[in-house]
């Protein structure tokens, strides 16, 4: 083989190589556009095969504040074993037709809570209604279709069909930080109708009892169990905390519920997304050789609002990346 073939043959060898690495490179770069009822944690098991990788999605993408509510027409680029959002342009900067369209193109996020017994609330300056006060035989806990008795606080107000949620009194509730009193957490035990109205006492039928009923219940406002939930952007920046559980159980997780200190008097409503995060700590030895230094928070997983009281709210855990805790802080998704 002459001096000269043997230079292009090496020639050819080299750009083979040089092709097939930026061929290999190209293959790696997949960018996909996001399409309605899309979210980070489909996105994350689509293509990472592993559906608890959105967080850090999450993490390296400061302008994706929302799992649930990435929106139609924006890109993600999958490179490398890894999941990045590709920035959009300002609103301002688009023609102002395809920012409407954009707008009304945004997905109609829904929840689906599996029905389970009610999740009671946090008594702070909520007055009941009435009390349960006797019924028509001796037993002492009362059920379902049980007639009893009712002293209401403003009989003008009731008429036949009104529905009372019927709660007792638990557990004083306390801020985990502070430890101090948040308030009463109130037991969903049933609900009942009102029958008739005779004078000052009103006779009502259980309609539903989520546990032993007694004499000296509580009357609160009906609200019926929800079993579809639409997600709807917050309105105001709010921090806080878990600070109770309904089942009291150390660790929580995907379809437990949670209440929180913050209420509508906090611009909370039902349907608004949480952020449940913990404070990252630092090791020691990194401590010792760069010094204090704010970290993130470590991100546990999201709730979704259910009932908003005026200073607390119950949630639904809707995902988790790690056990969640009292004391774990909340944040209200506002993008």
Do not use: C
């Not at 680029?77 to 300002?90: K, M, Q, S, T, V």
């Not at 009463?184 to 546990?211: C, H, P, W, Y």
């Not at 999201?302 to 995902?319: H, M, N, Q, V």
């Amino acid at each position: 083989m002459t001096r000269i073939s043997s230079r292009w043959l090496s020639l050819l060898v080299l750009l083979l190589i040089l092709s097939g690495t930026s061929l290999a490179i190209a293959a790696k770069e997949q960018i996909y556009t996001i399409k309605k009822g899309d979210t980070l944690w489909g996105l994350s098991e689509k293509f990472m095969g592993d559906p608890y990788y959105w967080p850090n999605v999450w993490a390296k993408n400061p302008d994706i504040t929302n799992p649930h509510l990435i929106f139609p027409g924006q890109k993600v680029r999958i490179l490398d074993g890894r999941l990045e959002i590709i920035p959009a342009y300002p609103e301002a900067e688009k023609p102002a037709a395809e920012a409407v369209a954009t707008k009304v193109e945004e997905p109609d996020d829904v929840v689906t809570i599996k029905a389970t017994s009610g999740d009671g609330f946090i008594l702070t300056d909520e007055k009941p209604l009435g009390l349960l006060v006797d019924s028509v035989d001796n037993r002492i806990l009362l059920a379902k279709d049980d007639i009893v008795f009712l002293k209401m606080n403003d009989i003008s107000s009731v008429s036949i069909g009104d529905t009372y949620g019927i709660f007792q009194r638990s557990d004083l509730v306390r801020n985990p930080h502070t430890n101090k009193p948040i308030g009463t957490m109130m037991l969903n035990l049933g609900f009942l109708q009102v029958t008739e109205v005779r004078g000052d006492t009103v006779i009502a039928k259980i309609g539903e009892s989520f546990s032993e009923i007694t004499r000296g219940a509580e009357l609160f406002e009906y609200i019926p169990q929800r079993q579809e939930i639409t997600l709807q952007r917050g309105t105001t920046e709010q921090q806080g905390y878990v600070v109770a559980s309904r089942e009291n159980k150390g660790a929580l997780s995907t379809n437990d519920i949670i209440f929180v200190n913050l209420g509508s008097a906090d611009g909370v409503v039902s349907g608004n997304l949480f952020y449940i995060s913990r404070p990252r700590k630092a090791s020691s030895a990194v401590i010792k050789q760069a010094g204090k230094m704010q970290l993130p928070d470590v991100v546990l997983g999201a709730a979704i609002a259910i009932e908003t009281k005026k200073k607390t709210t119950s949630a639904l855990i809707i995902k988790t990346v790690d056990s969640i805790v009292i004391g774990d802080n909340i944040s209200v998704v506002t993008h």
